[in-house]
Nanobody
Framework: QVQLVESGGGLVQPGGSLRLSCAVS????????MGWYRQAPGKQRELVAA???????NYADSVKGRFTISRDNAKNTVHLQMNSLKPEDTAVYYC?????????WGQGTQVTVSS
């Protein structure tokens, strides 16, 4: 089973920044899609940002211009840099990886944006 481990969440004030990391147990070039999702209490899980094996990226409209997804193939890690955070960004953030034969999720990391 592919293992994904998120880290970097925490409590931050509005306008602040956090950098999330997702460490993957396999070479990330095996995955044609890697993404960050988030889920707030009582809401559906939503795609926040995605990156393909070709480094094409997509972002939810709500985070465009504020969040940046990137990958470090040498370290088998994908990152989500989150700037100008807003209270509505508060959620559990999950890493997701899709290969030809699997779809895997991490355990999630809590991000709380509050003053």
């Amino acid at each position: 089973q592919v293992q994904l481990v998120e880290s970097g969440g925490g409590l931050v004030q509005p306008g602040g920044s956090l950098r999330l990391s997702c460490a993957v147990s396999e070479n990330i070039f095996s995955f044609y899609f890697m993404g960050w999702y988030r889920q707030a209490p009582g809401k559906q899980r939503e795609l926040v940002a995605a990156i393909t094996s070709g480094d094409s990226t997509n972002y939810a409209d709500s985070v465009k211009g504020r969040f940046t997804i990137s990958r470090d193939n040498a370290k088998n890690t994908v990152h989500l840099q989150m700037n100008s955070l807003k209270p509505e960004d508060t959620a559990v953030y999950y890493c997701n990886a899709i290969s030809a034969i699997s779809k895997s999720w991490g355990q999630g990391t809590q991000v709380t944006v509050s003053s």
